[in-house]
C-alpha cells in the first residue's frame, strides 16, 4: 500500500475552534458568548474548522466572520475530544484559544446569518447558558488562562 491510499483509509474527524474573550483581565473577567440562531443554547465565537484549516487559523477566522473583529489568537487554553454519536458520525476535536480583553464590545458586529446576541456572562451563571457539554470545556478554558496550564476535557460517549 502506498502512502497516499495508507493516510486515505484513516479514520478522520471533524475541529472546531472557539475563542475565550473577556471584558476585562483577572479572576473577576466575564466571558463573551454568543447565541448561535441554529441551535439551543449559548457559546463561544467560532465554529467548525475548513478542509486543511489549522486550528488558531480557523479561531481567526471564526471570530472575525461571527464579530467583525480582527483579535489575535493567543495560546490554547483547552482542547476537547467527543465520541460520535446519533447527530454527529465521526469524533469531534475541539480548540478553545485565548481571544484577550476586548476593550471596545462597541465594534462587535454580529453576523446576522449564524448569531442573534452577544453577552458578557458572569462564569458563575455559565449553567443558565451553555450546553452541558460545553460547560466543562468553558470552565477549564478560564482556569487555564488565569494558571497558565492548557486543559484536556475528554467528552465520553452518550450512555443509551
Request: charged fraction near 20%.
Amino acid at each position: 500500500m502506498d502512502a497516499q491510499s495508507w493516510y486515505a483509509s484513516l479514520p478522520t474527524m471533524y475541529g472546531s475552534a472557539s475563542a475565550l474573550i473577556t471584558d476585562t483581565d483577572g479572576p473577576s473577567a466575564w466571558v463573551l458568548l454568543v447565541k448561535p440562531n441554529y441551535r439551543e443554547g449559548w457559546s463561544l465565537p467560532g465554529g467548525i474548522l475548513e478542509q486543511g484549516e489549522p486550528p488558531h487559523v480557523g479561531c481567526f477566522r471564526e471570530v472575525e466572520e461571527e464579530l467583525g473583529l480582527l483579535l489575535p489568537t493567543g495560546p490554547m487554553l483547552a482542547v476537547s475530544w467527543a465520541a460520535p454519536d446519533d447527530e454527529r458520525l465521526k469524533p469531534m476535536i475541539s480548540f478553545i484559544f485565548d481571544g484577550g480583553v476586548l476593550a471596545d464590545p462597541d465594534a462587535i458586529r454580529l453576523q446576522a446569518e449564524e448569531l442573534d446576541d452577544w453577552r458578557f456572562t458572569d462564569p458563575a451563571e455559565f449553567g443558565a447558558y451553555l450546553p452541558a457539554f460545553l460547560l466543562p470545556r468553558v470552565q477549564k478554558a478560564l482556569t487555564a488562562r488565569f494558571t497558565g496550564v492548557p486543559a484536556y476535557v475528554p467528552i465520553e460517549a452518550p450512555v443509551a
